[in-house]
């Protein structure tokens, strides 16, 4: 009998694990230029998004194609890792979709973070299970009356109508008009259809399931920030270093703590103050946030962050 149950557990609640398993990849369109994506052959989006995440891939690589709804824009070619080329480890990877000096359309690499544990999608961002079914809809039910009266029929007639769109159940009383000098008649209909955020292949529209401003409650925990600031810190470039924290930060929250260290990753006093000016939105803790100023070496740089926070108060 508990051998039973455990499996039935199991069965019950395997499906729960399978968005966390597996890698994911994120791309968008620096100019907005609406796409689809192919992994495999096979289209995540049904309708041109310009910001794209897929999750929950299985394999270590993927052949993927971007197809951009203006058919004048030739296609792009790329094969997509999922995992971490010196841990093994399956990663989110974030791609941008750039236009070269010479007006070419190229993905590059933007930035390569750990999987969160629960993900916060950004306004806007189209989000896709991979191969997981559409999520249920919702049922709406809407009903409008009209009520006429017509004084021509012997002392009137009274008609009440429900009307909507789709099915119909309709229900008429006709009382005699010998015995009361009246006709009296009464319609009701019906109208039921879906509300969805899901499209017709799992996906969902960020902008429809979630308000456009999110609120952080839960920064990273240690492990994951440790590996986060590894990351940036080992990168070659300031401007890599400056793209990978934001991508970071564009599936995860952080304390003003975690922030702070961030900053000092970068040897640049501006990149300091541009990642802190991103950062301020996705903290758990504003109300302490004037204490990144202790990063910048110049009053001028304070000065301007703390005019941002004004402006920005959450």
């Known amino acids: 009998m508990k051998l039973k149950f455990a499996l039935f557990l199991f069965i019950a609640i395997a499906p729960l694990f399978t968005y966390a398993q597996g890698g994911a990849i994120t791309i968008f369109s620096e100019d907005g230029d609406k796409f689809f994506l192919i992994l495999n052959g096979v289209k995540q989006n049904p309708v041109p998004q310009t910001n794209v995440r897929i999750d929950g891939l299985a394999n270590d690589f993927y052949s993927g194609k971007i197809i951009f709804e203006d058919a004048s824009k030739p296609e792009i070619s790329k094969n997509l890792p999922t995992k971490d080329a010196g841990t093994g480890q399956f990663v989110e990877w974030t791609y941008k979709i750039k236009k070269t000096k010479d007006g070419d359309l190229k993905l590059r690499v933007f930035g390569q973070t750990p999987i969160p544990v629960n993900y916060n999608p950004p306004p806007d961002m189209y989000v896709m299970h991979y191969g997981q079914p559409a999520p249920p809809a919702n049922t709406v039910t809407q009903t409008t009356v009209t009520t006429t009266t017509n004084p021509g029929m012997n002392g009137g007639a009274s008609i009440s109508i429900g009307t909507g769109m789709g099915g119909v159940n309709m229900n008429v009383n006709i009382s005699d008009p010998n015995v009361n000098g009246g006709v009296s008649q009464t319609t009701t209909t019906t109208t039921s259809y879906s509300q969805t955020n899901a499209t017709d292949n799992g996906g969902y529209n960020n902008t429809q399931q979630q308000p456009s401003q999110q609120l952080c409650t839960y920064p990273m925990n240690g492990q994951d920030f440790r590996s986060a600031k590894a990351t940036v810190t080992n990168a070659s470039f300031e401007d890599t270093k400056l793209s990978t924290a934001k991508a970071i930060l564009s599936s995860n929250c952080m304390s003003t703590g975690q922030v702070m260290e961030i ?31 202790q990063v910048f070496n110049f009053d001028a740089s304070k000065t301007d962050l703390n005019n941002y926070i004004s402006s920005h108060a959450r």
Do not use: H, R, W
Not at 268 to 275: A, I, N, Q, T
Not at 277 to 292: E, I, R
């Open 263 to 293: 900053c000092k990753s970068f040897g640049f006093e501006g990149s300091k103050l541009d990642f802190a000016k991103f950062a301020y939105s996705k903290t758990t803790d504003p109300g302490n946030y004037f204490k990144v100023g």
